[in-house]
């Protein structure tokens, strides 16, 4: 359940920020992002099932902006305390009424409450209940408890010892002319009428539980009073009602003011106002009252958002390309490279018909198709882009007077098959009226598909297609180092790898993010630890995929940190996973049984700079191995070691000299011996013994034999004793005879 959360969140945060927080409002970060999911989880599993569900197939939340209302625990805590001061009680079903404004007041029992068809993303809402709903607005406002109308006040009623808060419910309609008033479950005054005009003393209504034996009277404005608190009579001309279980109200409240959200938004993006939003600053209450607003105003259309706009509008993000890490000052996607078959794709945008770009997941497809669209733009082309699971079949008619240049954009276009979607005939009409349809496809489905007989398969016979690979071709990658204007560019030109740089832009954060949150090592330290190892030995030189075996013997290089907790079947499992749809943090390597970091991990690794340090066994485990290019390690573990030998570290220089052979063996272990080191004083002096090299060696044996090492003196002895001998030998054989010796 945790991963297929933290896959959800992963899923949501690539959205737009903007379709993001119409849908899911105030969850710009992972955290809020993951505590609305938890709650709605807990609180609405069928709607949270079903988010899943969406994500899984089309991923994207809704087929048009849908807004998903979980449970929050702090508003409990304001309806116990502010709604409940009568100790009145409310039972499952009425919380779970309440939880969902669209069920409560009515008979129907839906599997998926949150989202009956009653719900519409596309007009604003103005809710207000006792919903213990996330991210919602709360107002509360206290009045004197006056009759602003007659004057007169409620004797002896403290302002806290009213009736509970009320349950304004703004969705109301309005009573028929001729329906009759239901009887009221106790005897109350005649209720006002409900009108578009304010009144001076607005009923404010409470909710109370059904009576034992009581049927629930019907959804319809019926007002009741409340019952009175304890020790206090009832105030004979109070106009506080109850009204009856399951029985909407609307609170009369004066025209919205010009400062109405709702009616600026409306001035701003030339929208009709929503009609059933209703402002209560201006409103009159006798007690204690909470609010509760869900607003969910339509975003301002931009280009090519259900109408037909100019293609050089097309926002990237918009069309689908997804964004990539944020970075100050550059844009949220990189920039585009030119792909070897734009050529290709612009031609076939000009014959007309139906064109699919084909390719794997994060290919690069939208991107693509966005910058074959674009270049259409000094044509004047139009376009509309139609979200998943549209009615396609509106559009011919809607161009039989304005027929021209057109593109209609269908992206994922499996979403756009079947019923109302593309078929046969539409596609012959939309080309007739001057459409050309453009979409994206898995190649895989696109040829399983084609050979089918219905009527979605059968149109995909008639398309025009490219196909992009995954792994760019060298001049794409040169193309990609040669954008020197942006910092993201180069690192993915290195790191991109045979995942592509399209798929390195679009998930090489997120797969990063997922390496290094709290929770994977909390619920994976192994695998956590294996994908460790993996980035280390790319940062140690080591390109190309490695066998298990070694990657487990740089693995305990580290430590543990609870590792043993996780059996290591289990770790590889969860390290090769594809996450996102697209890739695991290991990649398998072209040789069966071998696996390397996904280039992305690297890239951010060094970018972030938040990695410690290789640690030193895991230099040396793969300078011993032979399944590695052991002189690109080499080279790799001098230049990261290097401020540790300048600095005197004797244990590495002595690991370095063990590790190395000829002169730059001799030369570490002078490094160690200037240091005052004794074993390589003695290793440097025998290997200087070996070629010949006597008058070099016996500083260092001296060195040595000073301190103690046996070995040197007994050499020193051995080398000042052939000395002797020889020049014992010189003085008798060579030396002048005494009488001869000149004075």
């Known amino acids: 359940m945790e991963r297929e959360l933290d896959w959800l969140v992963g899923k949501l945060l690539e959205m737009p920020d903007a379709q993001r927080e119409l849908q899911f409002p105030g969850c710009a970060s992972r955290e809020s992002l993951r505590s609305y999911l938890l709650a709605l989880r807990e609180q609405s599993p069928d709607a949270y099932r079903r988010l899943v569900d969406r994500m899984r197939t089309t991923g994207r939340p809704a087929p048009a902006p849908e807004r998903w209302f979980p449970p929050r625990p702090d508003s409990v805590n304001a309806l116990s305390e502010a709604a409940l001061t009568d100790s009145t ?54 009045t004197a408890h006056s009759d602003t109308a007659n004057g007169s006040t409620t004797p002896g009623a403290p302002a806290d010892a009213l009736a509970p808060a009320p349950l304004v419910d703004t969705r109301a309609p309005a009573p028929q002319a001729d329906a009759p008033a239901p009887q009221p479950l106790v005897d109350s005054p005649p209720p006002a009428p409900l009108t578009d005009t304010p009144t001076p003393a607005s009923p404010v209504h409470h909710p109370v539980p059904a009576s034992p034996g009581l049927a629930p009277a019907p959804a319809s404005p019926v007002h009741h009073p409340a019952p009175a608190s304890p020790g206090l009579a009832p105030a004979p001309a109070s106009p506080v009602h109850d009204p009856a279980p399951a029985s909407p109200i609307r609170a009369s409240a004066p025209a919205p003011s010009v400062h109405d ?16 939003h209703v402002d209560f600053r201006d409103a009159t209450f006798h007690g204690q009252v909470v609010g509760v607003q869900y607003l969910s105003y339509p975003a301002a259309p931009g280009p090519a958002t259900g109408q037909w706009g100019p293609v050089d509008e097309a926002d990237p993000v918009w069309f689908g390309v997804r964004p990539t890490r944020l970075v100050p000052g550059l844009p949220e996607v990189p920039p585009y490279v030119p792909r070897d078959c734009d050529a290709e794709l612009g031609d076939l945008l000009g014959r007309g018909g139906l064109v699919v770009v084909l390719g794997e997941p994060c290919a690069g497809k939208s991107y693509t198709a966005w910058n074959a669209v674009r270049s259409l733009a000094a044509e004047g082309y139009l376009l509309h882009a139609a979200d998943p699971h549209d009615d396609l079949r509106r559009l011919p008619g809607e161009l039989k007077d304005d027929p021209g240049k057109r593109v209609l954009w269908l992206d994922e276009l499996s979403d756009h098959l079947g019923a109302g979607g593309l078929d046969r005939r539409l596609l012959q009409r939309f080309t007739g009226r001057g459409v050309v349809v453009l979409g994206t496809m898995s190649a895989g489905e696109y040829y399983r598909r084609r050979s089918g007989t219905g009527p979605a398969e059968s149109v995909l016979a008639l398309a025009r297609t490219v196909e992009l690979a995954r792994e760019w071709s060298e001049a794409e990658l040169e193309r990609l180092a040669g954008h020197t204007d942006d910092p993201r560019a180069y690192p993915a030109y290195l790191w991109s790898g045979r995942e592509g740089a399209a ?7 997120l797969l990063y993010d997922e390496w290094q949150r709290l929770g994977t090592q909390a619920e994976h330290p192994r695998g956590r630890l294996l994908v460790r190892a993996a980035v280390d030995l790319v940062r140690c030189g ?12 740089a693995a305990a290089g580290y430590p543990a940190h609870g ?63 032979r399944e590695v290019d052991r002189a690109a390690v080499l080279d790799a573990a001098r230049a990261s070691l290097r401020a540790r030998v300048d600095g005197g570290d004797i244990p590495v220089i002595m690991r370095f000299a063990s590790l190395t052979e000829g002169a730059e063996r001799e030369d570490w272990y002078r490094r160690a011996a200037d240091l005052g080191h004794q074993q390589a004083a003695l290793q440097l002096a025998t290997l200087l013994l070996r070629r010949g090299d006597d008058g070099q060696a016996i500083p260092y044996l001296e060195v040595a034999a000073r301190r103690g090492v046996a070995e040197a003196a007994r050499q020193l002895a051995v080398i000042y004793e052939v000395r002797a001998r020889y020049w014992w030998d010189r003085s008798r054989s060579h030396l002048p005879a005494p009488d001869t010796v000149e004075e």
Request: aromatic share 8%.
């Open 563 to 625: 590792a043993e907790r996780e059996p290591f079947e289990a770790a590889l499992t969860w390290a090769t996973a594809p996450m996102f749809g697209i890739s695991g943090l290991l990649v398998a390597g072209e040789k069966t049984g071998t696996w390397r970091a996904y280039g992305a991990l690297v890239a951010e690794a060094l970018r972030s700079g938040g990695l410690s340090p290789v640690p030193d066994d895991v230099w040396w485990t793969l300078l011993g191995d």
């Open 503 to 509: 798929s390195y832009f679009a998930i090489g954060h």
């Open 89 to 142: 009680l409310i039972t499952d079903r009425t919380r779970s009424d309440l939880a969902h404004p669209d069920l409560a007041h009515s008979d129907r029992t839906h599997s998926d409450p949150i989202h009956s068809d009653e719900v519409r993303p596309e007009t604003a809402r103005s809710k207000t209940t006792y919903s213990e709903t996330a991210y919602s607005k709360t107002a509360h406002s206290e």
């Open 261 to 276: 959200p709702a009616e600026a938004f409306a001035q701003d993006h030339g929208s009709a106002r929503p009609a059933d």
């Open 542 to 553: 080591v390109t190309e995929a490695v066998s298990v075996e070694l990657l487990v013997r």
